[in-house]
T-cell receptor, first 113, second 110 residues
Framework: KAGVTQTPRYLIKTRGQQVTLSCSPI?????VSWYQQTPGQGLQFLFE???????NKGNFPGRFSGRQFSNSRSEMNVSTLELGDSALYLC????????????FGPGTRLLVL | GENVEQHPSTLSVQEGDSAVIKCTYS??????FPWYKQELGKGPQLIID?????GEKKDQRIAVTLNKTAKHFSLHITETQPEDSAVYFC?????????FGAGTRLTVKP
């Protein structure tokens, strides 16, 4: 069974731009969670989607948004990029909820200049 | 909400020695405790997990112990090898939330 895939793997943007990241979960998994990982803050939960609905949300500004499609694939969008948004963005999928075992993708490394 | 503390933040051992990483949690409702290994340039990979109805679980050189009374759980790696070098994360999970520790950078010296 294929693992979680994320595209693109690397991205360079400038301040003020917006970016869209994509995540394809493991086949059969309906929950997709997004995390931001930085050296200083560790793994920070962004939001979780289940059956196309946002089920939980972390403490991030409204510039961070996401959605999930009927095939469980998910996208996250960051608008008006700031330098501090530079991070590794990780997607994780699980069968039911994110309180179950989560399987992570390789991440998208975003650099904001 | 849940708060997870992980120690040490860095750990260096000689090849063949054992490594122990400890985590404490605050929410007594937490019932699932996974451990992840993250190698450079990769996402975290689940290596072992334990549920609150079990005190210990072992998988080859890796074991996890859980003390529900004290609210702490530990990862034990025996006979460490250079390929064990990575960042390890613990997590604690109740039915509403999963929180991660800050990570431990393990270096195994050949």
């Amino acid at each position: 069974k294929a693992g979680v895939t994320q595209t693109p793997r690397y991205l360079i943007k400038t301040r003020g731009q917006q970016v869209t990241l994509s995540c394809s979960p493991i086949s059969g998994h309906r929950s997709v969670s997004w995390y931001q990982q930085t050296p200083g803050q560790g793994l920070q939960f962004l939001f979780e989607y289940f059956s196309e609905t946002q089920r939980n949300k972390g403490n991030f500004p409204g510039r961070f948004s996401g959605r999930q499609f009927s095939n469980s694939r998910s996208e996250m969008n960051v608008s008006t990029l700031e330098l501090g948004d530079s991070a590794l963005y990780l997607c994780a999928s699980s069968f039911g909820t994110r309180t179950e075992t989560q399987y992570f993708g390789p991440g998208t490394r975003l650099l904001v200049l | 909400g849940e708060n997870v503390e992980q120690h040490p933040s860095t750990l260096s051992v000689q090849e063949g020695d054992s490594a122990v990483i400890k985590c404490t949690y605050s929410d007594s409702a937490s019932n699932y405790f996974p451990w992840y290994k993250q190698e450079l340039g990769k996402g975290p990979q689940l290596i072992i997990d334990i549920r609150s109805n079990v005190g210990e679980k072992k998988d080859q050189r890796i074991a996890v112990t859980l003390n529900k009374t004290a609210k702490h759980f530990s990862l034990h790696i025996t006979e460490t090898q250079p390929e064990d070098s990575a960042v390890y994360f613990c997590a604690a999970n109740n039915n509403n939330d999963m929180r991660f520790g800050a990570g431990t950078r393990l270096t195994v010296k050949p």
